[in-house]
């Protein structure tokens, strides 16, 4: 079992940034790729980022490419979500994820799906 807690979120002005952290017990980062995936308001859950379990690889859906960075700490089990020149259109509940899968970007163009997921945590970014 892999348990996940998100921390970070709050709300920003447009333009700002904000570093979103997930820390997992249990089994280890090491083990699984780590993701993070958002729901805003009446949308469907969506892919964000994904970085492999050895963190040499990394997918960015294309609404945050170039904005956002994923990132892990294999020694503090921690993966982190660096979200740069945030939008209106960011406000969402971030969800920390970690699957047994290789390739992230098979995890990114695929389904929703997950092996474990955080509770989320609000991000809301103001115009």
């Known amino acids: 079992q892999v348990q996940l807690v998100e921390s970070g979120g709050g709300l920003v002005q447009a333009g700002g940034s904000l570093r979103l952290s997930c820390a997992a017990s249990?089994?280890?980062?090491?083990?699984?790729?780590g993701g993070w995936f958002r729901r805003a308001p009446g949308k469907e859950r969506e892919f964000v980022a994904a970085?492999?379990?050895?963190?040499?690889?990394?997918f960015y859906a294309e609404s945050v490419k170039g904005r956002f960075t994923i990132s892990k700490d294999t020694a503090k089990n921690t993966v982190y979500l660096q979200m740069n020149s945030l939008k209106p259109e960011d406000t969402a509940v971030y969800y920390c994820?970690?699957?047994?899968?290789?390739?992230?970007?098979?995890w990114g163009r695929g389904p929703v799906l997950s092996d474990y997921w955080g509770q989320g945590t609000q991000v809301t970014v103001s115009s």
């Open positions: 994820a970690a699957r047994s899968i290789v390739d992230t970007s098979d």
């Open positions: 249990g089994r280890t980062f090491s083990n699984y790729a």
């Open positions: 970085i492999s379990w050895s963190g040499g690889n990394w």
